[in-house]
């Protein structure tokens, strides 16, 4: 497992831009911008896990079930 510290202040200012809860259209917005900066979906699941105190399970869903890392 990647250590948290991978997660980088630029990271957290897009998913506090971007996230609004229970609004999938954001979420996509959001995955979008992490793909478009070329950020690693495992990064993004441990920020979902840090900052929606959640299940890595729970975010592993969550990013498998985006269309943005598929596009």
Not at 24 to 45: A, G, K
């Given at each position: 497992?990647m250590p948290l510290s991978q997660i980088?202040?630029?990271?957290?200012?897009?998913?506090?831009?971007?996230?609004?809860?229970?609004d999938q259209e954001s979420i996509e917005?959001?995955?979008?911008?992490?793909?478009?900066?070329?950020?690693?979906?495992?990064?993004?699941?441990?920020?979902?896990?840090?900052?929606?105190?959640?299940?890595?399970?729970e975010a592993n869903r969550i990013v498998?079930?985006?269309?943005?890392?598929?596009?």
């Amino acid at each position: 497992m990647m250590p948290l510290s991978q997660i980088t202040d630029e990271m957290r200012s897009i998913f506090n831009k971007y996230y609004k809860k229970d609004d999938q259209e954001s979420i996509e917005q959001m995955f979008i911008e992490f793909r478009r900066r070329n950020v690693n979906p495992i990064l993004v699941t441990m920020l979902l896990v840090e900052e929606l105190n959640i299940t890595l399970s729970e975010a592993n869903r969550i990013v498998g079930s985006s269309n943005a890392w598929n596009a």
